[in-house]
């Protein structure tokens, strides 16, 4: 039982040794140091998000209401983004409905919107989408598709934003060819 004993404090004291020894080479109060390749990949916080501007085509009725939802849902889903950015960055563009048609048809209202998005250095994005949905729930409708619309954008706009920052490969995905 001796001998027992006397091992297990060797060995207590030998691993208190190691550990004394490792935290004396060890600078105090400093974190490890990130590896610099993970900064690119996982920044730290969120960029800063600006809508440069929200276009609505003119003839559609009840333009500021839907431009200031859409704006609301464009913040949203920017937020929930990823744009390869940290906090220090500031990410800018604009949306521009180009198209945007509501008809009543009966006891159903058809909405077609096509939306395109601008980054800075001139990268652009365009959703384009057709739904239909009762008469008596316009509004909703019409707020859904914008919805559909603005996320599209927005997510293809992050993606052209870590393509340019060197975060993604650029995707295989060609222009749709014109029909003869």
């Known amino acids: 039982m001796k001998a027992l004993s006397k091992l297990a404090r060797a060995w207590v004291l030998g691993s208190a040794l190691l550990v004394a020894s490792t935290t004396a080479l060890a600078e105090p109060g400093r974190r490890e140091r990130r590896d610099p390749r993970l900064a690119m990949i996982t920044p730290n916080g969120r960029p800063t998000i600006k809508?440069?501007?929200i276009q609505l085509p003119p003839d559609v009725a009840n333009a500021r209401g839907y431009t200031q939802?859409?704006?609301?849902?464009?913040?949203?889903?920017?937020?929930?983004?990823?744009?390869?950015?940290?906090?220090?960055?500031?990410?800018?563009?604009?949306?521009?409905?180009?198209?945007?048609?509501?008809?009543?048809?009966g006891d159903v209202?058809?909405?077609?919107?096509?939306?395109?998005?601008?980054?800075?250095?001139?990268?652009?994005?365009?959703?384009?989408?057709?739904?239909?949905?009762?008469?008596?729930?316009?509004?909703?409708?019409?707020?859904?598709?914008?919805?559909?619309?603005?996320?599209?954008?927005?997510?293809r706009l992050s993606e052209l934003e870590r393509i340019r920052r060197g975060d993604l490969q650029r995707s295989g995905v060609r222009a749709p060819r014109a029909v003869d």
């Open 109 to 155: 209202v058809r909405v077609r919107c096509t939306a395109f998005g601008r980054l800075p250095r001139g990268q652009a994005a365009k959703s384009h989408l057709a739904f239909s949905g009762e008469a008596r729930k316009r509004r909703q409708v019409v707020e859904h598709v914008l919805d559909i619309v603005a996320r599209g954008v927005v997510t």
């Open 51 to 53: 809508i440069d501007k």
């Open 69 to 105: 939802y859409l704006k609301k849902r464009l913040l949203k889903e920017s937020r929930r983004a990823k744009w390869g950015a940290g906090r220090n960055n500031v990410i800018q563009y604009r949306f521009v409905v180009s198209e945007l048609s509501i008809v009543d048809d």
